[in-house]
């Protein structure tokens, strides 16, 4: 039986196509609606159209084009034609998707056979898996490809692990190089990422910090940042323009071990948000990106950031989340040391820099 299902996203089709199909249902088609719509996408945003059989491959007939001949006196002719040329369009978009994943040309593929082999039973039940969890399409693929050639007895999940050992490098920060400013979109968390931050590295290793606000728009941040971290008598100052804070920076570098910079949270629209940070001030610059965000939104924000440039990642709001796949996406996309990731409330406890507990998080939901 062929079906079609109108969804928001891969993990919701997929779970009803497993509902209503059965586990060995297959996607045969994928349309993209409203991309060309503003309307729509403004008021729903794009819907993902599938369409799924739970038919064998064995059960379809396999047609050769030498076989189909056009009768032009016959309606009946020209409508299996058609149905024929429809056929061989869609497993050509099939061919084209799977032959992107796997590095390999059209031709390469011979048979519907090919291009629905993805190994084991056990292989594509951990791409789904790993597709419900946030991780694309395309990363998905491209992970159960490459396993399907190795070892039979190969495990999906120590693979991944291994993966992500690779992907996630926590670098400590320097303070020799001791200026660092946190940027990112209004929102993403950059004003708590600091203040948990700062009081971690105060109770761990007693280090002298300075936090300084440059977040000229939200005067609430700045207090909730003094606040937070006067209690273990960690210095906060708030600016009010670029002259000023690279005056403070300079007359503070070599006084404190290190100096966090909080900065105002821009729209991605706004042409003076990449410019904010004065070119002069030797600093690095650290992303901040709440991982309950959609990958899209996510790769967008890395683009409009990566104009400034910036030398790390911090992920939070985690503990918000349901899936963390985009965490993936995005190490896989743009790769970056990671500073920390924000998981909860309790200070020092949600804040984690250790790789393997990072990894477990990611994994939670695969594995």
Do not use: W
Not at 46 to 70: C, E, F, M, R
Not at 276 to 286: A, M, Q, S, V, Y
């Amino acid at each position: 039986m062929e079906k079609t299902f109108i969804v928001s996203n891969m993990k919701e089709g997929l779970q009803r196509i497993r509902e209503e199909l059965g586990d060995e249902a297959y996607i045969i088609k994928k349309e993209i609606l409203g991309e060309n719509d503003s309307m729509l996408q403004h008021f729903s945003g794009n819907k993902i159209k599938l369409t799924a059989t739970d038919q064998s491959l064995d059960d379809i007939p396999k047609i050769k084009k030498k076989d189909i001949s056009v009768n032009t006196n016959s309606t009946a002719c020209f409508e299996k034609n058609d149905l024929v040329s429809n056929l061989y369009s869609q497993l050509d978009d099939i061919k084209n998707m799977l032959s992107c994943l796997s590095g390999k040309d059209n031709k390469d593929i011979e048979s519907p056979e090919d291009v629905f082999e993805f190994g084991s039973k056990d292989l594509n039940n951990f791409y789904r898996r790993m597709v419900e969890n946030d991780i694309t399409e395309i990363l998905a693929g491209k992970f159960i490809h490459g396993l399907s050639k190795t070892d039979v007895n190969v495990v999906p999940e120590e693979h991944l692990r291994e993966q992500l050992s690779n992907l996630i490098n926590f670098k400590d920060l320097d303070t020799e190089y001791n200026v660092y400013v946190f940027t990112g979109e209004a929102g993403s968390g950059k004003t708590s990422t600091i203040s948990k931050l700062a009081i971690t590295l105060k109770l761990r290793y007693n280090l002298n910090i300075l936090n300084i606000s440059f977040d000229t728009y939200k005067e609430a941040g700045f207090y909730q940042l003094d606040s937070h971290c006067k209690v273990v008598n960690i210095k906060s100052i708030k600016v009010h323009d670029s002259d000023e804070l690279i005056k403070i920076v300079e007359e503070n570098r070599k006084i404190y071990d290190l100096i966090f910079i909080d900065t105002p949270g821009f729209e991605l629209d706004e042409e003076h948000s990449t410019s904010f940070i004065p070119t002069e001030l030797k600093c690095k610059k650290i992303l901040v990106l709440d991982s309950n965000g959609r990958y899209r939104e996510l790769k967008e924000k890395v683009d409009f950031f990566e104009k400034i440039g910036f030398d790390g990642y911090s992920f939070t709001k985690i503990d918000e989340t349901f899936s963390y796949g985009n965490i993936y996406n995005i190490l896989s996309y743009n790769n970056k040391p990671l500073v920390c990731f924000a998981h909860g409330q309790e200070i020092p406890a949600s804040l984690i820099k250790d790789k393997e507990k990072a990894i477990d998080i990611i994994l939670k939901g695969l594995c």
